[in-house]
């Protein structure tokens, strides 16, 4: 994966910096870049937060491994995080929870949850132009499967740790390659003749697409957030397995076959079982032995649920105005 472009001021630094060594930057300023629109639809602050992130996952291609941690990059960071949260605080109240009554209030945020009928509309009217933009869109998550949430496996003790790597187990194939949740979703997307090379449609979502993944970074690579890393992780298992089988049987309505739809088949069964394991086990857990972050638990799970309420409804947006949900046009396999 090679940078993609800029999108601003902000994003235009980060990218200038990044095509530089290491070693030829002291601390060099990165503006901090206006607070103009909604962080959610940011796209010079997702996509300056997301090359931030990326450095401590795979990285780029064109960019020197030093800059992970180099000063210029990791101030501007912290300064992004920061218009990160407040938009983000700005879009959840603030929770008050029992740390005994975890679990329960978990159950009752996502019971109250009426985010927009993507999945409903994906099963019964989506085109398959329709059904490429979303699977595109997802990939930018879904080719790095639960590698976020695996940052929280060090910070976790006792029977949240022992919940958390269950979880993750299941996501990483239990080891074997061909079961990984990555390898089964770069199946669907070769199926619709997308490149399912890692990153390949980064320069193409919007900002509400990379703000999904951003969400779970930040939560995920800041040990401060660890419980609303989980909380996120707890919301999305706990919302998942109905919209997959109606995203298999949309895949299905289409002339997908077992294999183009088994990513999703797979969730529906997987996060039934982990929707109990992150409730209880890891966040209910979590909150017993930390009740002073029961609350953070609570914060994570309802940005999570906002953010891909967002998400969706721009998608359903765009594609009721006859436009595409990209920034270009989807391309096909490499």
């Known amino acids: 994966m ?8 902000v994003s235009a630094a ?22 103009v629109v909604p962080v959610l639809h940011d796209e010079d602050l997702q996509l300056s937060l997301w090359l931030c992130y990326e450095l401590s996952y ?40 029992d740390a005994r009554h975890v679990p329960r209030a978990l159950a009752e945020l996502v019971a109250a949850d009426d985010g927009p009928p993507l999945a409903k509309y994906l099963q019964r009217r989506a085109s398959r132009e ?36 269950e979880i993750q187990a299941d ?7 061909e079961r990984m949740h990555s390898e089964l979703f770069r199946a669907t997307m070769r199926s ?3 490149d399912s090379s890692y990153g390949h449609f980064v320069g193409q979502v919007p900002a509400v697409t990379l703000a999904v993944s951003n969400l779970m970074s930040f939560f995920g690579l800041n040990r401060r957030w660890v419980g609303a890393a989980i909380g996120q992780l707890a919301a999305f298992e706990m919302t998942s397995s109905l919209p997959n089988r109606r995203y298999g049987n949309g895949l299905r309505r289409l002339g997908g076959d077992a294999g183009a739809t088994r990513f999703y088949d797979e969730h529906v069964e997987a996060d039934a079982v982990h929707e109990q394991v992150a409730a209880h086990d890891l966040c209910g857990g979590f909150a017993l032995e930390n009740p002073h972050a029961a609350n953070d638990v609570m914060f994570g799970a309802a940005c999570g649920l906002a953010v891909e309420a967002e998400f969706g409804r721009y998608l359903l947006g765009q594609w009721e105005n006859d436009a595409s949900s990209l920034l270009a046009a989807v391309d096909t396999a490499a």
């Open 14 to 35: 980060i990218v200038h910096l990044l095509r530089r060594a290491p070693s030829e930057v002291d601390t060099a300023p990165v503006p901090a870049g206006p607070a």
């Open 130 to 165: 329709q059904f490429r933009e979303f699977v595109a869109q997802r990939s930018v998550y879904h080719l790095k499967e639960a590698d976020p949430h695996s940052w929280a496996i060090p910070r976790l003790s006792g029977r949240a740790k022992a919940a958390l790597i």
């Open 192 to 194: 619709l003749g997308l």
């Open 171 to 177: 996501e990483y194939g239990h080891g074997r390659l």
């Open 2 to 9: 090679r940078l993609p472009q800029s999108r601003g001021p």
């Open 58 to 97: 795979r990285g780029f291609d064109d960019v020197d491994d030093g800059w992970e941690t180099a000063p210029s990059i990791t101030g501007a960071r912290r300064g992004l995080e920061r218009r990160w949260l407040a938009g983000l605080e700005q879009l959840v109240p603030a929770a008050d929870v």
